[in-house]
């Protein structure tokens, strides 16, 4: 069976055909971006898909979405006018990526209508966090009835973690993983015996971690002072969507390399923005530390933990009451599945570059073979 597996944006399409049949092997794959910007000359997602279809090899047999949030809507299913509906009702928390998905489900249909598709969302991987680690402190109804709780995401890239980690070190020293995906969307996962047991997202993937520029934590309540002050709604999300997060911080830009390019040169709010993005990943990890009372494996992932030579040094920094002691020799490489932990650290510390389309190759697969 070969699988294209879309990950799409609000201004992006990157895609990959994998071929099932011998084991996930890439046949094909490509990235567009600016989509719909001014000077692109794509307009739309679907402006993209025709021109993915004519250049692939090969027609796909199958097509795989890296969905973000379905809501009540758990694992990885087949696209039905059903899980569009739901995943409408959802895009006002995930309204840069709920959208696109949505334009490219319908597209896809319009132009392959015998092709079959599957939603995996990044939520599943989450399903096994305990109920404890999932509500909000907030009048239960708002729980039960509008499904306001944390869910989770990068699900498909935080299940690759859980799934290649015991093969690198085997399944009786990998046990406790803290997995990091740092990149321009962020997050720090808890996994104890392959399963997600706590993520650091929210309700929505404006949380945790600051992001490029989305804002991360905040303090929901700090929005009285900020309307107090003759902002808007729509202004106060807008710049906590898109305003907000290592850009708002820095006001250098929502690139890491462009930050750590800045701070170097003397800018203390790129500084600031690097040292506060440190201080969020390390008290995830403190936090997963007592979840799962010690640690096996540390694993960086993302565009900014496989490559981000001097963010995991700041990271790991005096973590040895931990048992994690990085290796400042072995750190100094990037985008390669490494070990960079000194002998002396009783939890190995790796690079594992993510593979979240191979991921969600698999749920397809699985999901089509039951129908």
Not at 29 to 50: C, K, L, M, N, P
Not at 57 to 71: E, L, R, S
Not at 127 to 156: C, M, N
Request: aromatic share 6%.
């Amino acid at each position: 069976m070969l699988v294209l597996v879309a990950n799409l944006g609000s201004t992006s399409f990157k895609f990959k055909l994998l071929d099932m049949s011998s084991g996930g092997d890439e046949v094909a794959r490509g990235g567009y971006e600016r989509i719909g910007q001014a000077g692109s000359e794509f307009a739309t997602h679907g402006d993209v898909i025709d021109v993915i279809l004519k250049t692939l090899p090969k027609p796909p047999d199958a097509i795989g979405f890296k969905a973000v949030h379905g809501g009540p809507i758990s694992g990885a299913v087949r696209v039905t006018d059903e899980v569009i509906a739901t995943m409408e009702q959802f895009s006002d928390v995930a309204p840069a990526h709920n959208p696109p998905y949505i334009a490219a489900m319908k597209a896809f249909r319009q132009k392959m209508p015998k092709c079959p598709q599957v939603a995996a969302f990044e939520t599943a991987f989450h399903q096994t966090i305990p109920l404890s680690r999932q509500v909000y402190a907030i009048p239960h109804d708002w729980t039960e009835k509008l499904g306001i709780r944390r869910y989770g995401f990068h699900g498909a890239s935080h299940r690759y973690i859980a799934t290649r980690v015991p093969e690198l070190v085997g399944k009786e020293n990998s046990r406790r993983i803290i997995s990091c995906h740092l990149g321009g969307s962020c997050s720090v996962t808890a996994i104890e015996n392959g399963k997600s047991v706590a993520n650091s997202f929210g309700m929505t993937a404006q949380s945790g971690v600051p992001h490029n520029n989305r804002v991360g934590e905040f303090d929901t309540f700090a929005m009285l002072k900020l309307l107090k002050q003759g902002l808007s709604l729509d202004d106060i999300f807008k710049k906590l969507g898109k305003e907000g997060g290592m850009l708002g911080m820095s006001g250098v830009s929502p690139d890491m390399r462009d930050i750590e390019k800045a701070a170097a040169g003397g800018n203390a709010r790129a500084q600031l923005a690097l040292d506060a993005f440190v201080e969020s990943v390390r008290s995830f990890i403190g936090q997963y530390l007592v979840v799962l009372g010690g640690i096996d494996v540390l694993a960086f992932t993302g565009g900014i933990g496989e490559n981000g030579i001097a963010i995991r040094e700041a990271i790991c920094r005096n973590l040895h009451w931990a048992g994690i002691v990085l290796d400042p020799t072995k750190n100094q490489v990037r985008a390669k599945e490494e070990k960079i932990s000194k002998l002396e650290s009783n939890a190995e510390v790796w690079i594992v570059p993510t593979n979240e389309e191979l991921i969600v190759a698999r749920q397809t697969e699985a999901v089509l073979s039951q129908n």
